[in-house]
């Protein structure tokens, strides 16, 4: 069973739609929760953190964070094409440096 | 900007080569990684080091060798490397060896593309 589990997609959506991008963790003592956006050819760069059950918003952005059933979500409102990408989901315990990633989905938003 | 900064961003070596990348943080962070990416394959990590001293180090290869002089500064020397290792390598940091969960989070630099040939 890999630790963190993504849906590889391609995930496509129109502009405009809601994006819903999902991750499932195997390790229960995780409690920190990233999502991370990669451009083609570029580094990861970090979009949201959660670490309380429930939903953090910011802007377009909304992740929400179930701990007892292991799963965790992005939701993009408003999907633009500069959305397209590909996110990672990663989990981490807080007690240390090695953080676990997904593979990935990739997103595309056609205009 | 991410205020970590890798060179070179891209290198072709042959497999009977030595060469190093490089990393440097400019966030006041003391704890620094490497990261390999390849393609269709998660975030694997090669090393962490924190405050200077390795803590962590996740089965690799002897050929990739790492060094961190300070707190600022990460190296990964390369050396008899195999077309396998043709990859994105990831340098990233983080304020510490978290005792909590919201301070673990890690900013990667631009990345240096590795071509084994």
């Known amino acids: 069973q890999k630790e963190v589990e993504q849906n590889s997609g391609p995930l496509s959506v129109p502009e405009g739609a809601i994006a819903s991008l999902n991750c499932t963790y195997s390790?229960?003592?995780?409690?920190?929760f990233f999502w991370y956006r990669q451009y083609s050819g570029k580094s990861p760069e970090l979009i949201m953190s959660?670490?309380?059950?429930g939903d953090k918003e910011d802007g377009r952005f909304t992740a929400q964070l179930n701990k007892a059933s292991q799963y965790v979500s992005l939701l993009i409102r408003d999907s633009q094409p500069s959305d397209s990408a590909t996110y990672l989901c990663?989990?981490?315990?807080?007690?240390?440096?090695?953080?676990?990633f997904g593979a990935g989905t990739r997103l595309t938003v056609k205009p | 900007e991410t205020g970590v900064t890798q060179t070179p961003r891209h290198l072709v070596m042959g497999m009977t080569n030595k060469k190093s990348l490089k990393c440097e943080q400019h966030?006041?962070?003391?704890?620094m990684y490497w990261y390999k990416q390849s393609a269709k394959k998660p975030l694997e990590l090669m090393f962490v080091?924190?405050?200077?001293?390795?803590?962590e180090n996740n089965s690799v290869p002897s050929r990739f060798s790492p060094e961190c002089p300070n707190s600022s500064h990460l190296f990964l020397h390369l050396h008899t490397l195999q077309p396998e290792d043709s990859a994105l390598y990831l340098c990233?940091?983080?304020?510490?060896?978290?005792?909590?969960?919201?301070?673990?989070?890690?900013?990667f630099g631009e990345g240096s593309w590795l071509t084994v040939v």
């Open positions: 966030l006041g962070h003391n704890a």
């Open positions: 990663a989990v981490n315990r807080y007690n240390n440096n090695d953080m676990r």
């Open positions: 990233a940091s983080s304020k510490r060896l978290p005792d909590r969960a919201e301070g673990n989070t890690i900013y």
């Open positions: 080091y924190n405050f200077k001293e390795q803590t």
């Open positions: 390790d229960r003592g995780s409690q920190s």
């Open positions: 959660i670490y309380s059950n």
